[in-house]
């Protein structure tokens, strides 16, 4: 049986375990007050291009989503996200327990627009009703598209142009930037959102989110709420140690390019078998649909979620990552091909 | 510079290094579905003696109190906690970031004591004071001091016959259980507290607690909770992984009696120097007091907090650990009684 | 100016203030601990006919809902309502505010289906995301609609059947019991729900609510709910007092009868006069749709809402109180009639 | 049986009963957006004597305490009160239910001292801890006594060199700012706070706060928070037309002189019976100790609390207020001066 359920099945890169176990035994000060953690700090900001960022390390997603979010927040501001946004679902009402509404707008291929904003700021009008302030992207979506550098941009001059926050949620970061059709860099992010951060748990490391908060204002006294939500690591040098593996050379982007090159394969092959996807994924989770006799065949040697169902059968989805097997891949590929 | 700061300065026991690194490519659920997971569990309750236990793993300290006291209270429920409690003071608000008060009472040796909940009971007499109902104590103490047996069992009594909660933080389980001085079983934890947690992250492990819920009925739904305050971790296994390294022999409580008997020489070396200490303290933290004179001297060499002052000079504070190199320990001894 | 925007532009009826002015002068204990609000709570549990009820009173509705559902649920747990519920827009987040997501629902007419929250329930089906525990529903609803007996009764039984709580929003509780259309009585809510409250400040008081909690476990300690949240009234008996004028006789039933009665006058009017509706709405509210031209008309003369526009023109709000002048209303009908 | 008990045990001064009751059945806007909430801010900005103010009503003083305050702080951001203070204690925890610790010090004489602040501010250091933001106190105190002009400017001049904002609760302010030992004005307070509320639910309202918001800054998107806690009363004039009434002349400051000069009475008239007092208390609290007999004695006429019990004996509180009789003072004394 092998899983294509998640891209966080496997532990981390090699040359992580390597770094953890090399320095094992050093003494370094505890949360985050040591020097691999300035070091990656400062090496992130040179990948980025810009020394004016606030950084922090983060175990989690949602723990990453749920301290910044609050932090940036007052009390009657709330957040804009399409219905499938992971904060807005897949957190067990991780925002609202911070005392914040999500307000979940429709999108489009899992991406929100200029007009779902416009709806929510039309809608929430007065003192009687939540304030919309934060506006929540995720880039790749929780279907697997991508924002456009020309979307991006467009998002980010609209939410200043009202007075809202852009934060953008990067736990599959590296396989949309990595994917062919994307147009945005690092230094984009920065420039282009509030604060977003750089997800590792899902592209080679045991676990990791960096936090890039490039709206200083939002940064102030920004430990106390990592530290009041249970999220500083007492080792934190753990965190900085998996970072400077990934971005002292290339290897965050090579693993993420790896991820997309694998659900390349999958996407290309099941399309030359004859099926469709139901939605346009160009990173690493794809959605195909096969009729209900396929999956139940593919279920006895394969791992995945059943995404939904519509007319047309059954939509799967595969994930790829920075571990994934390419005999694996191809080994998908060849069954399904057998199969009618 | 050694470092006698905490005993999370330095990284994991080799043998969890080895189990991460040994496991590290294979495929399994995530978020603690997984059979090490059920694997660490099931050791778990064979070393307590125990069955119907509802067993958890967190990332940290502060995480697991949170999550466990804001799932266990009512919104108008407090907590009973000594003023050096660890939630009280060293969690930036944690506690009450979740809607709890903290009820702070003065304790003994850093111990809470009966007559300290039954003030704080006589005292919040109704509707318009927070309704106590959480007691919290750490063993060992933020002060080095533990519980007896018949402490614990008369603090659970009490609290049985008051419909109060018993919580016990156990950040430095394994130093208090070790202890010359502890008459305390895992078991005996499990039947005198609601709920406790055993502390790896400072005894072994890169990170890890894992709570221990005996009182059933506060573990219900209780994944939920940990998900929601961002604390369930996407690759699982790896709480689970080290867990199982440290008990499936001796391991945690052999890193404990290292860290213990680090202090014991520390101690009877300090003693032999003529010096007093702050605190009856029998675990891996000491409170040693000095001239001023000699402490800067001998933070020359060694890295400690100064912990307060009083007539008598400065307490410091010495923190020992599974990975305290015995020839610092020596040398520490050494210098000091060089020092005048 | 006439206003039709709001039953709560006046004071309270006439024998309401008689009795805060009678007793002006008397002392007697302060939040909610005096004999008026024992009578108060007494003449509730004959009106309703069950003895066995926990009865507190509140100032304002959004108050009565954020204690209530607070008060009710643990951190995980969330609402469930249909998207025009006054706790899903219109009280500024005052549920998430306390930590509790609400999963807003298409409802049918402002109603909300058992089919309704069969899908939230299926669509919540683990940890990752929240427990639905808590329906709610208003009764009238939002748009003026009200719920059928046969409904009440199935929602309350499919609750019962899957561990779900219904709570019943009853800011125009009397609108709906006094509507031709209704066959539920106070008896009635009191066991098919497991929380309702009596709206009086939209029916003849200057302000309050009565909460009936009929699931007597959800009552426990409920005073201090309603001290934390602030909705303690230190002058408590100035809430009895009001519920005594408006219960110890039919008070209640007659204003919002009167309501009622201007709110057929208006819409037979409207009918004769050849407009449509947006909606089925049987109680104190209704939503006539008037060409631009004729609103603007209108709008010279009488204040009221414009709720939202379609094909056929602007759907406005009129709503009418114990205190819309019967003269008045036959005001307006006669000025649309002149208008074209 | 006459109340010494409480400043809330009988309703409203005439004049304001007649206020409701004249402009009872006229048509006005909802939630404060009223003429008659515009012409009672006006009036509170003139016998302020600033303009610049932001000011809101609302129904109790728990209420307003915990919307200001939640609506200051960011969620790491911590209370500093005397132990006494009213949110300490007896509020059930209402700061803390909106995520923010309080920080308890002893203070003098239930006040707090700039070394009360100064020692806070030491103890918490770091991110560990929470961070002191806003310093609350009382005026008059919960146990009656007062703040002296100096004080004040050097409490408020200590938090703009700190970077905390003075908030000061004046739920019995009518009381301190009438008492002879007084030195302050209503333009001192706005002058020298950042915002403070003038307490009317104790001075001859039947309810009512008016929350002065100094710093402006503090005010942005303010009803957006009244609404979320559920403090927006729907008829909102009631509020302003309490103040009208208060301030349109000297109301409110000749009803607090009555109570002080009932408290004087019985003060002296104690003093001259030879008993001496728990506490100096220059306002409408006093704390007179009696032997216990003759508190039982007196308890058969007069109600009041008992407060505290010393070696010389059991302190009891009296309260006077706007609506204390003469002759039930006079009476008091008499009776105390029969008993032994």
């Not at 953890?20 to 090496?43: F, P, R, S, V």
């Not at 908060?213 to 965190?239: C, E, P, T, V």
Request: a negative charge; one cysteine or more.
């Amino acid at each position: 049986m092998y899983s294509f359920k998640n891209d966080y099945s496997e532990g981390a890169h090699p040359s992580i375990i390597r770094a953890i176990t090399d320095t094992n035994m050093l003494q370094t000060g505890g949360y985050g007050e040591d020097h691999y953690t300035e070091e990656a700090i400062q090496l992130l900001k040179n990948k980025i291009g810009l020394e004016a960022l606030d950084i922090h390390f983060f175990v989690g997603g949602t723990q990453t989503n749920l301290t910044a979010i609050s932090a940036f927040l007052r009390p009657h501001e709330a957040v804009i996200s399409v219905e499938s946004g992971h904060v807005c679902v897949h957190e067990t009402g991780a925002i609202e327990a911070t005392g914040h509404k999500i307000i979940a707008m429709p999108g489009e291929n899992g991406k929100l627009t200029i007009a779902d904003i416009e709806n929510a700021l039309i809608y929430h009008a007065d003192e009687h009703m939540v304030k919309p302030k934060l506006v929540y992207i995720s880039n790749s979506t929780e279907v697997g598209s991508i924002y456009l550098k020309s979307e991006l941009v467009a998002l980010y001059d609209y939410c200043q142009a009202h007075d809202l926050l852009l934060f953008l949620d990067g736990a599959r970061l590296g396989s949309a930037l990595t994917s062919s059709a994307n147009d945005i860099t690092l230094n984009d992010l920065a420039n282009y959102t509030d604060a977003f951060y750089i997800g590792a748990t899902k592209n080679g490391a045991l676990f990791g989110e960096a936090l890039i908060i490039s709206n200083l204002a939002l940064g102030k006294d920004f430990r106390y709420h990592i530290k009041q939500k249970g999220a500083l690591l007492a080792k934190g040098r753990l965190l900085a140690l998996q970072f400077i593996e990934l971005f002292k050379d290339n290897l965050f982007f090579d693993l993420s390019q790896h991820a997309n090159d694998m659900a390349t394969i999958l996407r290309d092959g099941i399309k030359d078998a004859g099926y469709e996807f139901l939605s346009e994924a160009p990173s690493n989770q794809i959605f195909p649909i096969f009729p209900e006799h396929i999956v139940l065949k593919l279920e006895e040697n394969y791992a995945f979620y059943r995404w939904c169902e519509n007319e047309k059968g059954v939509a799967i989805r595969l994930i790829t990552s920075w571990a994934t097997l390419e005999d694996e891949v191809h080994g998908f590929i060849k069954t399904l091909k057998t199969l009618k």
